[in-house]
């Protein structure tokens, strides 16, 4: 979604905006513009263009000594990919970016009387026109009478003629973060990864709270005029981190990383052989008579909350359903107040998995969101939180942050179990023993990565590719195949195996790849009787399993052997499998896979 940088402070400006741009292109976009007051001026300068931050620093001038100046990558939601449409977006003498959605803009077009008078097809330019209209020399006032018109998530970065040195912040819904340092200055952003080369602090900017950024820090008002003191948080990483460190894409990168984020996530909480949230300040009544689970998330998070619900409800014997958050929003909930709600999120900010939980929140007192990102919207607004350690994931295709959150899910079904009594101890002791064997599983998988490479060479000339298994593995394949059609364009399916014949085995011809994983030894025959199917019909089949030779080579075509393991985590080994995979079909079509299109890292509207 839409990125985010403004800086003032006792430094040129434009480059902070574009590096800060250049960091925020992880979130997906397709156009960017910057705007600054002219030096010793109060005359504000915008460039603009469809395209990459590359192209926007083709049009820029070298010499730009301006201190003071906003930058925005635009994922476009109202009108086309146009330079027009491309922010900041100037009226008279308000000069914005924005990311969100004003829903009202067609009313406000009324109101306002802008028929006409607009030239680009874009809701914020509408929300320009608003805050001009309300501007009597008063930047805060304009503000305040705007936001009483405008309805919708917003995130605005302001700047008003004749107020040099002067930036504008204001949100509600869509995430805004700031900043200020003695050294630089006042940095604002949509999120921390824009300035962490400056510093590893910082607050988030709560809603409707009006702040004025200048070189000299950073003032925040609520509507009423009442200051409020911002609350800074900081994180463990820096900017190092945040780069590529060698590789040539942050997903590969972030893939390597996984088995220090598993132990990241899941090492420190575990205590006397048992899982344990005492550090999170978590409390057991939390879980105390719980009588189901509900998860909500979207994407790759739904997906790590299904393999969360096999475990579960087949291990504990609670049952679980699994919400897909914009789907939740508009369903008559059946929560009780005995109900657990997990809400999973990377990001923590994606809009409808937020919404969902404030809704869930009518309905019971507990609910956990497992969070990356701390100090986000959802991870402020839960009752619970349970951060997951994975560090920043730039790549827009989720990798780590998937593993750390079906670990986070198998440490809070093993806590239910203990809390409840609904599972022997002594189980619950050598399952969490095992889950930190899980790194070094990972490690040996990771070291299959140049023959794993080999198989996307095939993947890359396919139009169609399946996915199937049964269980845990049907949960992963759900997973492997939003993977690979994300980062390939591959059209992908994730089938139930044994579902297959019910319909879909129908699409299965000579060649098309059949991804087939069988990890689970009380469905492995019927996993292979099923593959036996798909094979008679002339797919091209890459099965992942834990023999380490397959004794009737006539069941596949390929065969990638998994590290032993117990049953309930091959789903780690297998997740990084199919990542690698994805990411080679990716390059092997020459495809930027940190970068797919229509893409956004966090998806902040609706
Ligand atoms: O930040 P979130 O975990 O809430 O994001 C949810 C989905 O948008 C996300 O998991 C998405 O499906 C992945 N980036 C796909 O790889």
Redesign the pocket.
Known sequence: MCGIIGFTGKRAAQDILLDGLQRLEYRGYDSAGIAFFKENSGHISVRKTAGKVSDLRAIVDEENISTCGIGHTRWATHGGVTNANAHPHRVNNVTLIHNGIIENYHQLIEKYKLMGKLRSETDTEVAAAVFDANFNGNPIEAIKKGLEDIKGSFAFCIMFKNHPGEIYIVRNVSPMVATYTKEQGAFVASDLTAFIEFTNKYFVLPEYCIGKLTKDGIEIHDLEGKEVEPEYLTVDWDVSTAEKNGYPHYMIKEIHEQPTAFANTVNFRIKNNLPDFSDDGIDDSLFEGITDVTVI??????YAGNVGRSLIQNHIGLPVNVAIASEFRYERPTITDKTLVIV???????ID?LEALRLAKTKTDRTLAVV?VKGST?ARESKYVLYTHAGPEIA????K??TV?VAAMYLIGARIGVVNNLCEKSKIESFIADLKKVPDAIKKVLEMEDIIRTYAARMANAHDAFFIGRGLDYTLSMEGA??LK?ISYIHAEAYAAGELKHGTIALISEGVPVIAIATQEHVYQKVISNIREVKARGAFVVLLSKDEKITDPSVCDVHIPLPAIRDELSVFEAAVILQILAYYTSVEKDVNPDQPRN?A???TVE
């Open positions: 998330a979207c994407g790759t998070a739904m999973v999120s990377q990001s923590g900010e994606t998995t990356n959802i827009v295709a989720s990798t942050a998937y959150q939003l993977k994300e893409l890292k966090s998806v």
